[in-house]
């Protein structure tokens, strides 16, 4: 295909360059960067419309700027901590006066002996709270636990919202809801105009077209900032819900509405 042909970029989840057997590690290692600065350079190079350009995902991943950008953007986020010592896990939890959870600061998804494996939520509990063994061996996100009446994935395409609300249907759901999908039911619900705002403002300042946002809802019906993935699965809550997602997604990329 002639490049300059090329209007419109749907890019979500690339898999892995594949060589030829019989290469050694460092020189598959170099193989691949020099494939990813190929293909990557001359495909970021296009001057087109992106779902999403692969520079805004690689900055909008960090979930720490996330938070922040949230909060800037007038969106409520839990109280959060990330570190490696544990005396500051003690601290915060004091400083909080609640339950509090660990979770991924990246992605929750890891391979061991060639399984695909997933790193859920955590609620601690006061006896993790005095053995924290671990912990000074890498960065770990600990947020306030708060409480809630229902989850929503805020899918987001354009200036178009697509909300569905995520009903657990047991413990381990309700602590992360993707360690038990057949335990959740789905309705849809309606965005609050000040968080469809604050998300419009988030979406702009990382420049992305497309995110698949996480909120908790309180009982008292405030909605709390989760996360935006950039490449989020959208395609079960389509099918739960009957949210015209994919419709958006193509409408977006030929530059509609």
């Given at each position: ?5 090329v ?13 030829p057997e ?8 170099f ?14 190079a296009?001057?087109?419309?992106w779902v999403?350009h ?6 909008a991943e960090?979930?720490p700027?996330q938070l922040?950008?949230a ?18 896990v ?6 909080t ?12 998804v890891?391979?061991e002996?060639?399984?695909l ?16 063994r ?5 960065a770990?996100l ?16 354009g ?10 249907g ?15 039911t ?9 968080v469809?705002a604050?998300?419009?403002?988030l979406?702009e ?14 009982s ?9 993935n ?8 389509q ?7 994919a ?11």
């Amino acid at each position: 295909m002639e490049l300059s042909q090329v209007g419109a970029v749907y890019y979500r989840a690339p898999g892995a360059f594949r060589f030829p057997e019989g290469m050694s590690g460092p020189e598959e290692r170099f193989a691949a960067a020099q494939a990813r600065a190929g293909l990557g350079g001359v495909l970021s190079a296009l001057e087109c419309r992106w779902v999403n350009h692969p520079t805004a995902m690689a900055r909008a991943e960090y979930e720490p700027a996330q938070l922040a950008a949230a909060r800037a953007c007038g969106l409520r986020i839990p109280a959060t901590l990330i570190t490696n010592r544990p005396r500051d896990v003690v601290a915060f939890a004091t400083q909080t006066g609640g339950p509090i959870v660990c979770k991924p600061v990246a992605s929750p998804v890891l391979i061991e002996d060639g399984r695909l494996k997933s790193v859920y939520t955590q609620r601690l509990s006061l006896s993790d709270l005095q053995d924290l063994r671990g912990i000074d061996t890498t960065a770990h996100l600990f947020q306030a636990w708060v409480s809630k009446e229902y989850e929503v994935r805020l899918t987001v395409v354009g200036e178009r919202m697509f909300a569905a609300a995520i009903h657990a249907g047991s413990e381990a759901s309700y602590e992360d809801w993707r360690s038990d999908y057949g335990s959740l039911t789905y309705t849809t619900t309606t965005t609050p105009e000040d968080v469809a705002a604050g998300m419009r403002r988030l979406m702009e300042r990382l420049q992305l077209r497309y995110g698949a946002a996480d909120f908790i809802v309180g009982s008292d019906g405030q909605w709390t900032f989760l996360e935006v993935n950039p490449c989020g699965q959208w395609d079960w809550i389509q099918s739960a819900t009957g949210l015209p997602i994919a419709e958006a997604i193509a409408d977006d990329l030929q530059g509609g509405t």
